[in-house]
Nanobody, 124 residues
Framework: QVQLAESGGGLVQAGGSLRLSCIASGGTFSSYVMGWFRQAPGKERELVAT????????WYADSVRERFTVSRDKVKDAGYLQIDNLKPEDTAVYYCNSGLGIWTGRNFAPSNYWGQGTQVTVSS
């Protein structure tokens, strides 16, 4: 089974930027779509972006649309989430996930496999 590993999180000041990575291992990323989620303390996991692997078509949640950019490198089997103008409310653990079927955007259907995630902490 292909496993996904997130990295790139850290502690940053508000207004800063981070680029999160999602690297596939144990095989080739073969899902139709990759999704990015975040989970803040005491809150449910939230879908923030998806990217269709073959075309690069992206979707964003309204709450992050102007500041998040999702991309992928099919050669490296890697997905990326660029976060600009970070805000304290972006503090969360961020996860990538390989979607089931062809559901994209807010209809994204996550697989049951979740990695460890990467912690993003934004100080004010």
């Amino acid at each position: 089974q292909v496993q996904l590993a997130e990295s790139g999180g850290g502690l940053v000041q508000a207004g800063g930027s981070l680029r999160l990575s999602c690297i596939a291992s144990g095989g080739t990323f073969s899902s139709y779509v990759m999704g990015w989620f975040r989970q803040a303390p005491g809150k449910e996991r939230e879908l923030v972006a998806t990217i269709t692997w073959s075309t690069g078509d992206a979707w964003y949640a309204d709450s992050v649309r102007e500041r998040f950019t999702v991309s992928r490198d099919k050669v490296k089997d890697a997905g990326y989430l660029q976060i600009d103008n970070l805000k304290p409310e972006d503090t969360a653990v961020y996860y990538c996930n390989s979607g089931l079927g062809i559901w994209t955007g807010r209809n994204f259907a996550p697989s049951n496999y979740w990695g460890q995630g990467t912690q993003v902490t934004v100080s004010s």
